[in-house]
T-cell receptor, first 114, second 113 residues
Framework: NAGVTQTPKFQVLKTGQSMTLQCAQD?????MYWYRQDPGMGLRLIYY???????DKGEVPNGYNVSRLNKREFSLRLESAAPSQTSVYFC?????????????FGPGTRLTVL | GNSVTQMEGPVTLSEEAFLTINCTYT??????LFWYVQYPGEGLQLLLK?????DKGSNKGFEATYRKETTSFHLEKGSVQVSDSAVYFC????????????FGAGTRLFVKA
């Protein structure tokens, strides 16, 4: 049982390049989330997927797109990377998306945009 | 809007000292409250949670009580260990009108032997 896995662990991009961050969970959870973590700001929600086939914007969605490929996988795409998107990105999941549910986090992807 | 405010760090303590990390929140309705911990190079993991007023969450010697009257969820531990060195995040979650989760900025704790 691997929990939540993310790839890649590290990535360096040039301004304007695109990339997709991959996330998968093996806990049969319905809800999945993408966050970014910036120094002194805690984690901020980018997008979430309450269930397979649905996605919704979080607090900071601009510059990102997501795809809920199936129940296990939820990807985050940067179409044209900007230096302001330099951050650590975390994927998370929880069983039903209830406010009482614990979120389970992946190990993170450290992205640098030059 | 909703917000979570944590005491700024870093906090440096000697082993076996008492720990308090303050957390206050603003929210409409009745959020659930969480403390997550992040060890170096890892993702966040749940430390404890409380889902309604006056509930006490506890785990590994850490405790926090959901105080609606003071809108607080302070984290405490009676005797810290070197292995408790990490970053601690207070968070609230609501699912009214869409999923909302707000994290505090995090408090880094260093425990010296």
């Amino acid at each position: 049982n691997a929990g939540v896995t993310q790839t890649p662990k590290f990535q360096v991009l040039k301004t304007g390049q695109s990339m997709t961050l991959q996330c998968a969970q093996d806990m049969n959870h319905n809800s999945m989330y993408w966050y970014r973590q910036d120094p002194g700001m805690g984690l901020r929600l980018i997008y979430y997927s309450a269930s397979e086939g649905t996605t919704d914007k979080g607090e900071v969605p601009n510059g990102y797109n997501v795809s809920r490929l199936n129940k296990r996988e939820f990807s985050l795409r940067l179409e044209s990377a900007a230096p302001s998107q330099t951050s650590v990105y975390f994927c998370a999941s929880n069983p039903e998306g209830l406010s009482t549910d614990t979120q389970y986090f992946g190990p993170g992807t450290r992205l640098t945009v030059l | 809007g909703n917000s979570v405010t944590q005491m700024e760090g870093p906090v440096t303590l000697s082993e076996e000292a008492f720990l308090t990390i303050n957390c206050t929140y603003t929210a409409t309705g009745y959020p659930s409250l969480f403390w997550y911990v992040q060890y170096p190079g890892e993702g966040l993991q749940l430390l404890l949670k409380a889902t309604k007023a006056d509930d006490k969450g506890s785990n590994k010697g850490f405790e926090a009580t959901y105080r609606k009257e003071t809108t607080s969820f302070h984290l405490e531990k009676g005797s810290v260990q070197v292995s408790d060195s990490a970053v601690y995040f207070c968070a609230l979650t609501q699912n009214t009108g869409g999923f909302k989760t707000i994290f505090g900025a995090g408090t880094r704790l260093f425990v010296k032997a």
